[in-house]
């Protein structure tokens, strides 16, 4: 696994590279002070995971990870930040940043957090063998992914893409296997889990920010999909990373 690392202290960036690669299979294929010579390495070269800062002369690492983000970028983040501040987390999340931890880090947890990452790799490279085959349900998919947040419905993703919502829903059954309505509900779940992790966000407002308006109705469909309620998802969360 390719990891790239930007911290502008030397201690935290030098730390993170001999520690990791301990790990059989880990190479620390990068190691950078500043955001701007990171970008131009990771423009040039394929990275599995970046680790970095946010607060950084020059360029913040948000607006670093937003512009690989549109050069189609896929490393996984992850955000290792002295402040404890929800915009930052949020602004994270919105570009898909795997974790938000707080200096000092705790390595038990990026350790698991990384071996997760490298799990997902490998999950990847055998689910390539069955991908979305159809352009419109790819598109479909996309816009669940980036419109979650919003009151969405089979029909307003057919309008967008000038199409029946009957074809649509056909077609989306058939390629993923699921309906529309329990793959937007998924992604709803699994993005409410991220925000969970996040000690300024209570229950009511993860509902909101994920585009199910009804805190009880969350509640009860994330314990149904996970065996758990919010909270005590949360309080899990908390306990794994003291």
Same mark, same amino acid.
């Given at each position: 696994?390719?990891?790239?690392?930007?911290?502008?202290?030397?201690?935290?960036?030098?730390?993170?590279?001999?520690?990791?690669?301990?790990?059989?299979?880990?190479?620390?294929?990068?190691?950078?002070?500043?955001?701007?010579?990171?970008?131009?390495?990771?423009?040039?070269?394929?990275?599995?995971?970046?680790?970095?800062?946010?607060?950084?002369?020059?360029?913040?690492?948000?607006?670093?990870?937003?512009?690989?983000?549109?050069?189609?970028?896929?490393?996984?983040?992850?955000?290792?930040?002295?402040?404890?501040?929800?915009?930052?987390?949020?602004?994270?999340?919105?570009?898909?940043?795997?974790?938000?931890?707080?200096?000092?880090?705790?390595?038990?947890?990026?350790?698991?957090?990384?071996?997760?990452?490298?799990?997902?790799?490998?999950?990847?490279?055998?689910?390539?063998?069955?991908?979305?085959?159809?352009?419109?349900?790819?598109?479909?998919?996309?816009?669940?992914?980036?419109?979650?947040?919003?009151?969405?419905?089979?029909?307003?993703?057919?309008?967008?893409?000038?199409?029946?919502?009957? +074809?649509? @829903?056909? $077609? /989306? !059954?058939?390629?993923? &296997?699921?309906?529309? %309505?329990? =793959?937007?509900?998924?992604?709803?779940?699994?993005?409410?889990?991220?925000?969970?992790?996040?000690?300024?966000?209570?229950?009511?407002?993860?509902?909101?920010?994920?585009?199910?308006?009804?805190?009880? +109705?969350? @509640?009860? $469909? /994330? !314990?149904?999909?996970? &065996?758990?309620?919010? %909270?005590? =998802?949360?309080?899990?969360?908390?306990?794994?990373?003291?």
């Amino acid at each position: 696994m390719e990891i790239v690392i930007i911290d502008d202290e030397p201690k935290i960036r030098n730390g993170l590279k001999h520690f990791l690669e301990k790990q059989e299979g880990w190479n620390v294929a990068g190691v950078f002070e500043n955001v701007v010579d990171a970008l131009g390495f990771l423009e040039r070269h394929r990275a599995d995971a970046v680790i970095t800062d946010i607060k950084m002369p020059q360029m913040s690492g948000l607006e670093m990870l937003a512009r690989l983000r549109e050069k189609g970028m896929d490393a996984e983040a992850i955000i290792l930040s002295g402040y404890a501040d929800f915009g930052f987390a949020q602004r994270a999340i919105e570009l898909g940043v795997l974790r938000y931890m707080l200096k000092p880090t705790n390595p038990r947890e990026l350790l698991a957090v990384l071996k997760g990452v490298e799990e997902k790799r490998r999950d990847a490279a055998r689910e390539q063998a069955k991908p979305v085959h159809n352009l419109l349900v790819q598109k479909a998919v996309d816009y669940i992914e980036a419109n979650y947040k919003e009151k969405i419905s089979i029909k307003d993703i057919a309008e967008k893409l000038y199409v029946t919502p009957n +074809y649509l @829903s056909e $077609l /989306f !059954k058939r390629h993923t &296997g699921k309906n529309s %309505s329990v =793959y937007i509900t998924e992604v709803r779940l699994e993005k409410a889990k991220e925000y969970l992790t996040l000690p300024e966000c209570n229950v009511a407002a993860v509902s909101e920010l994920v585009g199910i308006g009804n805190a009880r +109705y969350f @509640s009860s $469909l /994330f !314990k149904k999909t996970y &065996g758990m309620t919010p %909270s005590e =998802y949360r309080n899990q969360s908390v306990e794994f990373e003291t």
